[in-house]
């Protein structure tokens, strides 16, 4: 529970001041304040208008491209071979988004654009990029050490030359053959004037400026050019990069990219889709080229055998009149042929095998693998084991270079790939015990039908050796052309992985949103204005008008609304008689005649919360008020603390009040006649140092008994009753009690306290009086104000 001071009691606050504001108010405020709306709409709109008109805007540019997949997770050993398919984890749309927007493919993509020299033309508040439409090209030195991201200003003169201007503090160079950084430049000044198609070298640049002929270069017009290496566009273009599913579960993809030249924007976009296409087919395509390879040189071991073993056979026939083997003979040699054959086939996957056990333990990149060039079903398991090793390599070398090493999904590719090497190895290992127990069991069944084959005639054995040497090679040799034509139709037939949907277009503008710009100054423009009267109704501590003090205090009713007095009359009811402030005291005089004041004559109390309010204003007026309606009328100078009623009537301060308290004089040395009629006045007296304890003597009911007798209506002006205790005191001896609050002066807290203490004393017959109200304030008498004015 708050505590309060003794002698002090808290504010009784209106509910529109406990934490809400009083929506009534603040629209009539908003209403009395129309001409900032005024300002501020015109001014938010106008500043929108010049902020689209002068800022560079920005594009967006879209390409839609579909990723083919299939559905089939297990893919059979003869799709690897003949379709060189990828994974299905390679087609995984999360694996993609992030593939496309690897720095290696937009690297690509760059490389493919000519994008290493930025036109622009210079405007008088902005300078606007233009590609493809400069009056001239730049051709470079591709070789040479080029200044970087520095502007190159031209101008073309009258004279069919043009002017070279360079100028910074600054920089590094840039060999864009090599994409190598040379080193920093430091200041350079360069200014020259050299011809069309002339070459200008210097240590920091080399290049040619060539004129179009299908544009024309004024005088006038300025231009500037700068060097930005690929690496710089391709990071720049990364960062714009967007990369979204259509839907959920979609593999159609939309590939979008802003900024602020839509020539660049549509150049980009066409060459990704160019390199995203390209990237899969170069993938299958090296597969397949590796796995010729390999066939390749398989062939050119068996052919030079085979062409051996050709002459050998010849040579035979030749030498011993050798025309064909005994059926018996041909039988065994078909058999052992067989078994041959079977055996080298063997060591030809062994081989492989091999290989690929080779290059895990070095640890060899993606395109050291290849393709299964012969295998059978039942190794499709280890195929399809190198397949996932290899998609998985090739993505990591993809993302390696576009993520961070402690990205979460890059440290998990990394373990599967450890995994996938692992489980590999283990499954290559069992594959070659499994060749060699086979090769086992054919050397065995070889020996055996070699020892039938001795026991042919020598010179039938001898031919059965040669003729069975050749078929041999003949038949592998057949085996991996079939192989080779294979996988050559393979490679001829293979086909990107994703297609071109939609080509590049501009699909719209990123900024400025004109319309949404517009609508949001609009409502700013509204909500700013609205803004300052909330604010400045929060912070204000003064009161205002009749709201401020109805919500304040709602028990003492105000009596009276006196406007500001703009001229430096004082006595307003005599010298300005049909004024409306005059006309407002006349109506404080019927409403006090209202009040319940049951004596005969009225002492009347007027006092306020501080000095400056206007209480002596107030009661000067109100007792002229009183003494033109007919009425006796005394008016009593008891601020004799800041007396003033002296000075306004020409008393110079004589004997008064305080002399008559100090029993220094009589009443009718203190009471004094006015040039009005029924007006009197007893000023203050001298300053006394003890005023309170004056008011408080039985002098001052004695003053008043009086007065009583002599006056109908007794005025009296009191010191502020929120400083001192003078004004309460003379309230016990008042039937009604006047309280003062100047417009735009009093403040809130503390005439509520004073107000508040006055009523828990049970002080009655209180009336408020507004002071000097404001002149645009109509609310307060406007009409009277026309009429009498």
Not at 376 to 385: F, L, P, S, T, Y
Not at 455 to 466: F, G, H, K, V, W
Not at 479 to 503: G, R, Y
Not at 601 to 606: E, G, K, S
Request: hydrophobic share 35%.
């Amino acid at each position: 529970m708050q505590e309060t001071k003794p002698g002090v009691t808290p504010i009784k606050k209106h509910p529109s001041q406990d934490g809400m504001f009083d929506i009534n108010r603040i629209i009539k405020l908003t209403l009395r304040n129309w001409y900032l709306f005024l300002i501020s709409i015109p001014l938010a709109l106008g500043s929108v208008y010049i902020y689209h008109r002068y800022t560079i805007p920005v594009y967006r540019a879209s390409s839609t491209i579909l990723l083919k997949s299939t559905q089939d997770r297990t893919m059979a050993q003869s799709d690897l071979i003949e379709g060189f398919g990828l994974s299905p984890e390679m087609r995984n749309i999360e694996n993609q988004i992030f593939i496309i927007k690897s720095k290696k493919l937009v690297k690509k993509a760059v490389d493919l654009s000519d994008f290493g020299v930025e036109y622009y033309r210079v405007g008088h508040f902005k300078d606007s990029e233009i590609y493809h439409s400069t009056p001239f090209i730049v051709e470079f030195d591709s070789l040479h050490p080029q200044l970087i991201n520095v502007p190159i200003y031209l101008s073309c003169d009258e004279s069919g030359k043009v002017n070279i201007e360079i100028n910074t503090e600054g920089s590094y160079t840039h060999i864009f053959k090599t994409e190598r950084t040379t080193g920093n430049t430091g200041p350079v000044d360069y200014k020259a004037t050299v011809d069309w198609g002339q070459k200008v070298t210097t240590p920091f640049f080399s290049f040619t400026l060539k004129k179009l002929n299908a544009q024309v270069c004024e005088p006038d017009s300025r231009y500037f050019f700068r060097f930005r290496t690929n690496n710089e566009t391709a990071n720049i273009f990364r960062s714009r990069l967007s990369v979204t599913a259509n839907s959920e579960g979609s593999s159609i993809m939309n590939i979008s990219v802003s900024g602020s030249s839509p020539g660049k924007l549509i150049t980009f976009l066409n060459n990704l889709n160019i390199v995203i296409m390209e990237n899969s087919l170069e993938r299958k395509n090296d597969m397949a080229t590796r796995t010729l390879s390999f066939i390749n040189s398989q062939l050119k071991k068996v052919s030079d055998t085979l062409q051996t073993v050709q002459k050998e056979l010849l040579n035979f026939r030749k030498s011993n009149h050798f025309v064909l083997p005994t059926e018996y003979s041909q039988i065994i040699t078909e058999r052992y042929l067989k078994k041959e054959k079977e055996l080298n086939i063997l060591k030809i996957k062994k081989e492989y095998y091999m290989y690929i056990q080779k290059k895990l333990l070095e640890n060899s990149k993606s395109e050291d693998f290849m393709l299964p060039a012969v295998s059978d079903d039942a190794n499709g398991m280890v195929n399809q084991m190198i397949m996932q090793l290899i998609d998985l390599k090739d993505e990591y070398e993809n993302l390696k270079s576009s993520a961070q090493t402690t990205n979460p999904y890059i440290n998990s590719l990394s373990q599967k790939i450890v995994i996938s090497e692992k489980n590999l190895r283990t499954a290559i290992d069992m594959v070659i015990k499994n060749i060699e127990l086979k090769e086992k069991e054919l050397k065995s069944s070889l020996e055996k039908t070699i020892n039938e084959i001795k026991l042919l005639p020598d010179l039938e054995r001898e031919y059965a050796n040669i003729e069975r040497n050749y078929k041999l090679n003949d038949a592998i040799y057949t085996f991996l052309l079939q192989k080779h034509s294979e996988n050559q139709i393979a490679k001829a037939s293979n086909t990107p992985d994703n297609e071109v949907i939609d080509s590049p277009a501009i699909t719209g503008l990123v900024s400025p949103n004109k319309k949404n710009n517009y609508s949001k100054a609009f409502i700013i423009a509204l909500l700013l204005p609205i803004g300052i009267i909330v604010l400045r109704e929060v912070l204000n501590t003064k009161v205002r008008g009749k709201e401020d003090l109805e919500h304040l205090q709602e028990k003492v009713p105000i009596l009276g609304f006196i406007m500001h007095n703009k001229n430096d009359v004082q006595d307003i009811i005599h010298e300005q008689p049909h004024s409306v402030i005059s006309e407002a005291f006349r109506s404080l005089r019927t409403k006090i005649k209202f009040m319940s004041c049951e004596s005969e004559t009225w002492a009347i109390t007027i006092t306020s919360t501080n000095t400056g309010e206007g209480k002596t204003f107030c009661a000067q007026n109100l007792s002229s008020a009183f003494a033109i309606s007919g009425k006796k009328t005394v008016l009593l100078g008891f601020d004799m603390r800041k007396p003033r009623l002296s000075e306004l009537f020409n008393l110079n301060n004589e004997t008064g009040l305080s002399n008559y308290l100090t029993n220094q004089a009589t009443f009718d040395d203190i009471c004094y006649k006015t040039n009005y009629d029924n007006l009197f006045i007893i000023p203050s007296g001298a300053i006394p140092p003890n005023p309170s304890e004056l008011i408080s003597s039985n002098k001052t009911g004695e003053l008043f008994n009086i007065l009583r007798d002599k006056f109908e209506v007794i005025i009296i002006d009191t010191p502020p009753i929120g400083l001192v205790a003078d004004a309460r005191i003379l309230m016990d001896y008042s039937d009604c009690h006047l309280y003062v609050v100047r417009s735009n002066y009093t403040d809130k807290e503390h005439m509520g306290y004073s107000l508040n203490n006055l009523l828990l004393e049970n002080v009655n017959h209180m009336g408020i009086i507004l002071n000097d109200i404001p002149l645009k304030d109509k609310g307060y008498g406007y009409y009277s104000a026309e009429y009498y004015g």
